[in-house]
Nanobody, 115 residues
Framework: QVQVVESGGGLVQPGGSLRLSCAAS????????ISWYRQSPGKQRELVAT???????NYADSVKGRFTIARDDAKNTVSLQMNSLQPDDTAVYYC?????????WGQGTQVTVSS
């Protein structure tokens, strides 16, 4: 059974940092692309960052230069380091594990940026 679990969300002040983690089990982790999405109330879910099985990373324009995605295939985990957080970054952040037609989601972790 495949499980995807996010952690690391919380409340942070504007300008602060958080580090999210995504752990996956039940799959050959290294062959999957891993993405972080986020969704705010009343908005569509948006892609934040993706890291391929080969380690190439891509980011949404809104987070470039502030967020960094990284993977550790030995630990079956992916992290999202988020710096210079702003209120617009407030959302539920979801981890997605994907390869061809196989697509798995975590339950999400809440990130709130507020003073």
């Amino acid at each position: 059974q495949v499980q995807v679990v996010e952690s690391g969300g919380g409340l942070v002040q504007p300008g602060g940092s958080l580090r999210l983690s995504c752990a996956a089990s039940g799959i050959i982790f290294s062959i999957y692309a891993i993405s972080w999405y986020r969704q705010s109330p009343g908005k569509q879910r948006e892609l934040v960052a993706t890291i391929t099985s080969g380690g190439s990373a891509n980011y949404a324009d809104s987070v470039k230069g502030r967020f960094t995605i990284a993977r550790d295939d030995a630990k079956n985990t992916v992290s999202l380091q988020m710096n210079s957080l702003q209120p617009d970054d407030t959302a539920v952040y979801y981890c997605n594990v994907q390869r061809t037609y196989l697509d798995y989601w975590g339950q999400g972790t809440q990130v709130t940026v507020s003073s």
